[in-house]
């Protein structure tokens, strides 16, 4: 997938209700299998809440369990938000535990994966908008 096909297009409306937006399941993310706990789209879902120009916000929901593969996103940077559970982040090589309200950033080009400790719901920024997940 190139640069130009993981852009993302702004959303043709300026509000959105949660229960509103469709959850896609994910089986892949930066075109790698992800460890599944579970069936197949069952570990890892998300939601495309608002898309702008510029960025994105997105809401996944990780089973416990579940562990993404180490990869790094060339072309954007991804901010993230802890609502609910607890996750594993390792950012170039650096450890964290990340609890309800906790943050993080991915900045371009950094390795980095999570392992899911509880099952979490997480909202992340991707700027620019960029869909990495299959």
């Known amino acids: 997938m190139t640069t130009s096909d993981r852009r993302l297009s702004p959303s043709r409306y300026r509000f959105a209700r949660n229960s ?3 959850t896609t399941p994910v089986t892949r993310l930066e075109g790698r299998s992800e460890s599944q706990p579970r069936g197949p789209g069952d570990a890892l879902s998300v939601k495309e809440l608002m898309t702008g120009q510029d ?4 809401e996944f929901r990780r089973a416990k369990g579940l562990v993404d593969p180490n990869h790094a996103h060339p072309d954007h940077e991804s901010i993230c938000y802890l609502v609910s559970g607890r996750v594993r982040v390792v950012i170039d ?8 309200g906790d943050a993080w950033i991915h900045p371009a080009g950094i390795p980095h994966f999570h392992e899911t400790l509880e099952d979490s719901v997480q909202i992340e920024i991707k700027a620019p908008p960029t869909r990495t997940w299959d």
């Open 93 to 100: 090589g650096e450890e964290f535990i990340a609890e309800p």
């Open 55 to 58: 960025a994105t916000l997105l």
């Open 20 to 22: 509103d937006v469709t």
